[in-house]
């Protein structure tokens, strides 16, 4: 069972930058997509971009050219740097191991791996 420890988030104004860290340890190698998810007060967990073993990497439309994902394999971590912040991105970012695009191309846990969430990490934006 992997373990997902993620770290980084905080309070910040807008326009500033934050870096999301997410430490997987309880595995060895894993070739699928690592990445991010968010959840917003009173909305559903979304979205936010995958990464590759190779770098191959994916964004939501709301985050594209604002939003960096990468990934060091030697460490298990992977990071999420966040530029150009507004009130509106302030969620719980949640990372997530082993992802696949399921159904109309929606990236979901792989089967089997419903538990591979982090804790989370807290992000606010203020204005």
């Known amino acids: 069972q992997v373990q997902l420890v993620e770290s980084g988030g905080g309070l910040v104004q807008a326009g500033g930058s934050l870096r999301l860290s997410c430490a997987a340890s309880?595995?060895?190698?894993?070739?699928?997509?690592m990445g991010w998810f968010r959840q917003a007060p009173g909305k559903e967990r979304e979205f936010v971009a995958a990464i590759g073993w190779s770098d191959s990497y994916y964004f939501a439309d709301s985050v594209k050219g604002r939003f960096t994902v990468s990934r060091d394999n030697a460490k298990n971590t992977v990071y999420l740097q966040m530029n150009s912040l507004n009130p509106e991105v302030t969620a719980v970012y949640y990372c997530a191991d082993e992802l696949v695009r399921g159904v109309k191309g929606r990236w979901v846990l792989a089967p089997g791996r419903d538990n591979n969430w982090g804790e989370g990490t807290k992000v606010t934006v203020s204005s």
């Open positions: 309880g595995r060895t190698f894993s070739n699928y997509f």
